[in-house]
């Protein structure tokens, strides 16, 4: 299973046939390695409204005819925008697909769209090529983050915001990955803009000093092949 960073929250996650697009964040940020008109996505995920999260999410839902999960007023709102196929659970929803399963998880943070929906935020669990993926989604450091690992298999990938500023930084997301517990962790939500700028080595050093997990940094574009 093969996970592409695409720049702050976005990501590819594919098993080599199924290809889920996580928060495509493209037009406008200036770590984007590929554009709207050219990723590909049959599945595109919302961990939240905010526009560094839904970004392109209406041109590439229509260009490819992907299927858009998010949060039911999320999802609602895409489908008077025209997105054809929309799926809107709620916090602690699972969704079954013929590839895996998704389940959204709390968030600390807000969460409006750039349309004016306000919503609650959420994380992702992502259940794909037999490899569990947790995408934090923007928050903050919260206790039940001990909870969202604990039952059923372990994560093992989290993609964890360390930016500050909007989310948890980097030394509170060194506490998310002892409460999370992953086997791995990509730091992400990071350098895209001044206020988040932030030292992605010095995490890396901390968590595994402390034994927590292996960090991969990731430059935008590049992929981490899960094995
Ligand atoms: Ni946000
Ligand atoms: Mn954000």
């Not at 996580?22 to 595109?44: H, Q």
């Not at 961990?47 to 609602?76: F, K, M, N, P, S």
């Not at 925008?81 to 079954?96: D, F, K, M, R, Y």
Request: charged residues 20%; aromatic residues 8%; proline residues 6%.
């Amino acid at each position: 299973m093969d996970i592409r960073w695409l720049g702050h929250s976005a990501f590819t996650l594919t098993d080599g046939s199924t290809t889920v697009l996580v928060d495509p964040f493209l037009t406008g940020n200036p770590k984007a390695p590929v554009s709207a008109e050219e990723v590909e996505a049959d599945v595109i995920l919302l961990t939240h409204g905010h526009g560094d999260h839904y970004g392109d999410v209406v041109d590439v839902a229509q260009r490819t005819g992907a299927t858009v999960l998010a949060v039911a007023e999320i999802a609602g709102e895409l489908e008077g925008l025209g997105v054809e196929n929309t799926i809107g659970p709620n916090i602690g929803g699972t969704v079954a697909f013929d590839w895996g399963w998704v389940k959204m998880v709390p968030a600390w943070h807000t969460s409006t769209t750039p349309n004016g929906t306000v919503t609650v935020p959420g994380g992702l669990l992502i259940h794909i090529g037999d490899k569990l993926v947790y995408h934090l989604g923007d928050t903050a450091l919260f206790s039940d983050l001990q909870l969202i690992g604990r039952r059923g298999n372990r994560v093992d990938v989290a993609l964890v915001p360390i930016g500050g500023f909007f989310t948890m930084d980097r030394f509170d997301a060194v506490t998310a990955v002892e409460l999370v517990q992953p086997f791995q962790v990509i730091p992400c939500h990071y350098d895209t803009f001044p206020p988040i700028e932030t030292d992605a080595q010095a995490f890396k050093a901390d968590v595994e000093h402390a034994g927590f997990a292996e960090v991969i940094v990731l430059e935008p574009g590049a992929t981490h092949t899960v094995r």
